[in-house]
């Protein structure tokens, strides 16, 4: 029987060790790979190509909201992702799942409804809160920004996610390996997408999806 990879990333140690509970309850055999921080859950990924899903904590470490959601949605696009929050407003639960999230648990689950969850998005289905029904966004400009981004290519939204952490056109080129003319393409090609002017504007269209976590 196949073995599943489960990673689990989240910076708290006992609501980590709460998860690897729910994973080692199901039936077959899982292999558990654990992450502290946006940093190491992004080399989990990396070192574990085959992974069968990752379970993402919206706030950690290294990262600001949704952010992380679309960098790694960008990066390894085959790999599913849960988003395991206690902020779980219909809101942030809807956004999460439009920004390319296979699931939402929240973190007020029992070990068992988390089990449940992990279950589903592994058969291939959307995990969501019993209580969470579904609607329209509520902000006109956050659902066509939501649009737009979803116009971007992965690498557009690494770019994007790399220019919220306020990282260079060189240090970004440094990172993907490539160069700083093909950054500066990708830069132009995202603000055009995005109808603003700089590259100003355009982190501050990422932060907005993030306003409603914070407000």
Do not use: C, W
Not at 114 to 140: F, K, M, N
């Amino acid at each position: 029987m196949h073995e599943q990879t489960i990673i689990i990333a989240d910076d708290h140690p006992l609501f980590r060790d709460a998860l690897r509970q729910a994973v080692i309850g199901m039936e077959g055999r899982q292999s558990i790979v654990e992450a502290g921080d946006f940093a190491a859950a992004r080399r989990a990924a990396g070192a574990h190509a085959d992974a069968d899903l990752m379970l993402l904590d919206l706030a950690m470490p290294g990262v600001s909201g949704f952010s992380g959601l679309m960098a790694l949605r960008s990066e390894f696009a085959s790999l599913p992702i849960v988003i395991v929050s206690a902020t779980d407003d219909a809101t942030t639960i809807r956004r999460a799942l439009e920004l390319g999230a296979s699931g939402f648990i929240s973190k007020s689950s029992g070990i068992e409804d988390i089990r449940r969850s992990i279950q589903t998005v592994l058969a291939g289905d959307i995990a969501t809160p019993e209580s969470y029904r579904d609607g329209q966004e509520q902000d006109p400009d956050v659902a066509d920004l939501i649009h737009r981004l979803h116009t971007l290519t992965p690498q557009q939204s690494r770019v994007l996610t790399m220019l919220g952490e306020g990282l260079l056109n060189k240090q970004i080129a440094y990172e993907l390996g490539v160069s700083e003319a093909t950054i500066k393409a990708h830069v132009s090609a995202i603000l055009l997408k995005l109808d603003v002017d700089s590259r100003t504007q355009a982190v501050i269209q990422l932060g907005k999806i993030n306003m409603a976590m914070v407000a």
